[in-house]
């Protein structure tokens, strides 16, 4: 019994170490529901903080359902204050907000920017287009509300045509990163020219007036813009891809000895903003790629107008080259 007894507290002791030695599992095994809680609290948070920013458009410019984009109790002063927590939200490491998913120790601390957006109590209308294209995608999908509604958010934003060259690139990379969605084909959806038009049609009149337009060529091309940026930000359809198959092509290849030799030089295009690589629809970065694989000794870069060219307005992403930005602002790209 002795020894019997010897070998029981050695195998209690054995047991005890190794519980002490195994790092910590918690969160690792959160439960699937509470795991697609906090992902929809996640992209909640955004489609409160979008909305916030739309309800200060439609009172500035005086367009758009007041019964939709409607601020209820709260000011301006309180809307501004969830536009800039979304900012923050969206700033987060997304190695601190995946973490927090999984329910394992983070740095994330929600009570900062994520409470804050979701204690709001700004409500949406269900006629609101970010509702109204949630529930067509349920509709045309077997798929549940978070990866509908992840996208449905980045119609929203999208939809106002003016924050897509900045805070929708900030929720591109905040979705991605959790793992979501972020357009159509990652749903099973069709996304030629003529399927998207035909979405616009179907959703035309389902939602309340915007402080945007919500015609069938706006939602046309906003899908157009979602899915070109998705391929391009999950690398499917992105420069390094286009530029190979260009490279393949006969025409471009007799032109790979000129490339190299060319001489050291920087190269700065001065134009429209359909030249820089952040465009939906762009070419620019498509030819430096090409051009960088040839001759990385070229460095190719541009200017380009920043919605208001009256003002000389121009962006600059030449790197190096700031003392031309004089001729540039001088430029007149209506003078003939």
């Given at each position: ?43 909640e ?100 509300p ?21 805070l ?34 179907q ?17 046309q ?11 391009k ?63 990385p ?17 121009f ?22």
């Open positions: 019994m002795s020894n019997n007894w010897k070998m029981a507290k050695l195998v209690v002791l054995v047991l005890s170490l190794s519980l002490l030695c195994t790092p910590s599992s918690f969160g690792q095994n959160t439960k699937p529901k509470e795991r697609d809680a906090r992902l929809l609290q996640l992209i948070a955004n489609v409160i903080g979008t909305h916030a920013f739309q309800i200060l458009l439609a009172k500035k410019s005086a367009k758009g359902d007041s019964s939709c984009f409607s601020a209820g109790r709260l000011s301006d002063a309180t809307l501004e204050t969830l536009v800039a927590h979304q900012a923050k939200l969206l700033k987060t490491p997304i190695s601190d907000l995946v973490s927090w998913v999984n329910g394992q120790l983070s740095n994330f601390d929600p009570r900062q920017n994520l409470e804050p957006l979701l204690s709001s109590g700004l409500k949406l209308s269900p006629s609101t287009p970010v509702n109204v294209f949630d529930a067509y995608l349920r509709q045309q999908t077997h798929f549940g978070i990866k509908t509604r992840a996208i449905a958010s980045l119609y929203q934003t999208v939809l106002e045509v003016e924050r897509d060259g900045d929708l690139q900030d929720q591109f990379a905040f979705y991605i990163g959790l793992g979501l969605p972020v357009y159509l084909k990652q749903l099973g959806l069709p996304g030629r020219d003529s399927d998207l038009l035909l979405s616009g049609q959703l035309v009149g389902r939602s309340c007036a915007a402080p945007f337009e919500t015609g069938a060529a706006e939602w091309i906003a899908g157009r813009k979602i899915w070109n940026w998705g391929e930000n999950l690398h499917v359809r992105d420069e390094k891809v286009l530029a190979a198959e260009l490279l393949s092509e006969r025409e471009v290849k007799s032109l790979a000895p000129r490339l190299r030799a060319l001489p050291p030089q920087k190269i700065a295009v001065i134009g429209h903003s359909f030249i820089v690589a952040l465009q939906f629809c762009a070419n620019r970065d498509r030819c430096f790629s090409t051009n960088e694989s040839r001759s000794v070229q460095t190719i870069c541009g200017w380009w107008s920043n919605r208001d060219t009256s003002k000389g307005s962006v600059s992403e030449c790197a190096g080259l700031e003392a031309g930005q004089g001729i540039a602002r001088c430029h007149d790209p209506d003078r003939r």
